[in-house]
């Protein structure tokens, strides 16, 4: 439990202690729509440690994942008023670590800061649907099934051309790393450990989009490497551990390796195809 009682070193502060923030006071007649933080929990190193927003960021990175959480969840509503002084105080943190908490929100267009109207929620249109936090806040949000459609589609636009890309700019110590890490997402599934599938499986997409020599791409490669960690969604060939899923992995290697563009695509294809069985082949026309 984080308690009042730390000190300013800890990046915690006394109530009271809080001054002006340098963000617009809130009006008073605003206030009356503040959010309540009746049932938020107040000791951020218990929450939501799956996610990206927490890595190794401290109290920081758990107040910008609380908050995202919320925005996105819907919590915290669009044009909702956020108080700097109620934040610290709710959450018994410093002064400083709202004010960056709340600049990387701004940074991801989840919230803005004006003068004499202060801190205030985006509409969802504002947001940077492609920034990893927020992808993952989706995922395991309310719109999670929403997020992994848009995901899987959005897989399958950028990944098959970038492997057909990479088949003409792969160099030999790229091939060989891809090929390291066919091998172990192979060790790994006969040991059962998802959690080293996983990780190579990522290297592994993330690697292949960074030698298709196209830095528009490249600057996406964050977005598959977010995708890849959401659990839940459609399944396909890289959420299915088996000799299959690594043998499509397996044939886009080869295909690099001979420099068959058509052939790294199709297989990327093929792998990125949602089973019938469980899901509907992406992509499919949607329903209206």
């Known amino acids: 439990m984080m308690t009042a009682a730390r000190s300013a070193d800890s990046g915690l502060a006394n109530p009271g202690e809080l001054d002006r923030y340098p963000y617009a006071e809130t009006p008073a007649v605003d206030r009356l729509g503040a959010p309540s933080w009746e049932g938020v929990e107040p000791e951020l190193g218990r929450v939501g440690r799956r996610t990206a927003g927490n890595r190794g960021r401290g109290l920081h990175g758990q107040l910008v994942q609380q908050l995202g959480q919320m925005i996105v969840s819907g919590d915290l509503g669009a044009d909702r008023p956020l108080v700097p002084e109620e934040i610290g105080q709710r959450f018994e943190v410093s002064r400083t670590v709202v004010r960056e908490s709340l600049r990387v929100l701004e940074a991801k267009g989840l919230v803005s800061a004006r003068p004499n109207v202060g801190t205030r929620v985006r509409p969802v249109s504002d947001w940077n649907l492609l ?22 589609e ?10 057909r890309l990479a088949a003409g700019h792969g160099r030999e110590d790229v091939q060989q790393r891809l090929s390291d890490m066919v091998g172990i997402m192979g060790h790994a599934m006969g040991q059962g450990d998802g959690l080293t599938f996983s990780r190579a499986d990522t290297e592994f997409h ?38 299959v899923s690594i043998a499509q992995h397996g ?34 026309p949607r329903e209206h």
């Open 131 to 152: 920034d990893p936090d927020i992808i993952e806040w989706r995922a395991f949000g309310p719109q999670r099934d929403d997020q992994r459609r848009e995901l899987s």
């Open 154 to 163: 959005l897989r399958w636009t950028i990944e098959p051309l970038a492997a």
């Open 251 to 284: 044939r886009i290697v080869d295909a690099l390796a001979t420099g068959d563009g058509a052939a790294a695509e199709a297989a990327m294809r093929q792998l990125l195809t949602v089973h019938p069985e469980v899901e509907r082949v992406v992509p499919a």
């Open 206 to 243: 993330t690697l292949l989009i960074q030698i298709a020599g196209n830095r528009m791409l490249d600057h996406l490669s964050g977005i598959v490497s977010a995708a890849l960690h959401v659990s839940g969604g459609p399944v396909t060939g890289c959420d299915r551990p088996n000799d």
